[in-house]
């Protein structure tokens, strides 16, 4: 099946300092990718949709400023916290959705291993 | 807009044993698919399996299986022959055609030995 790597899987950093977490689909072309946040026993919220070469769509409540979502290639899509705080610690997580073998699409998502950012 | 309810926060069975989790919802969509993914203490995203809304069979995939009914808009998944390693978050997800996907809240599933 396809693969969706997320990178860093942890990161601690100091308050006010900007966090960049990677999302790559290492054997497929991703059109579309989801940023997801989580808390702990609760659902996956989306953030932003992101397709390749256009500018991200924001959930409601989720800041542009905040959290910056690139995705510049059909195999790269970058989540950057910036200025973290305590408050943003969280885990977040990736997915793709993409056209894989012979052109069709699923529906299915890919997702990526998360990232646990931790704000001190 | 799109739904899924996963009404049970928790759900409990005995190793070897079946286990039902329910799983409804609501779209204006007619072609769409649903899933069931399941995240372990790992938090990776599994999928476990998927159905096409346009299929009146339910999809099997070896202990899993869903009974899909699509009038009532309900789509729950039965693990048979429990195993210890099936314990995780289980979530109800479905996809339009062309839209993001809605997830459900999900259910903790513990499995007794």
């Known amino acids: 099946g396809a693969v969706v790597s997320q990178h860093p899987s942890r990161v601690i950093c100091k308050s006010g300092t900007s966090v960049k977490i990677e999302c790559r689909s290492l054997?497929?072309?991703?059109?579309?990718m989801f940023w997801y946040r989580q808390f702990p026993k609760q659902s996956l919220m989306l953030m932003a949709t992101s397709n390749e070469g256009s500018k991200a769509t924001y959930e409601q409540g989720v800041e542009k400023d905040k959290f910056l979502i690139n995705h510049a290639s059909l195999t790269l899509s970058t989540l950057t916290v910036t200025s973290a705080h305590p408050e943003d610690s969280s885990f977040y997580i990736c997915s793709a959705r993409g056209i894989i073998g012979t052109g069709k699409n699923t529906g299915e998502l890919f997702f990526g291993e998360g990232s646990r950012l931790t704000v001190l | 807009a799109q739904t899924v309810t996963q009404s049970q926060p928790e759900m409990s069975v005995q190793e070897a044993e079946t286990v039902t989790l329910s799983c409804t919802y609501d779209?204006?969509?007619?072609?769409?698919?649903l899933f069931w993914y399941k995240q372990p203490p790992s938090r990776q995203m599994i999928l476990v399996i998927r159905q096409e809304a346009y299929k009146q069979q339910n999809a099997t995939e070896n202990r899993f299986s869903v009974n899909f009914q699509k009038a009532a808009k309900s789509f729950s998944l039965k693990i048979s022959d429990s195993q210890l390693g099936d314990a995780a978050m289980y979530f109800c997800v479905m996809s339009g055609a062309n839209s993001k996907l809605t997830f459900g809240k999900g259910i903790t599933l513990s499995v007794r030995p």
């Open positions: 779209t204006s969509e007619s072609d769409y698919y």
């Open positions: 054997d497929f072309q991703a059109t579309t």
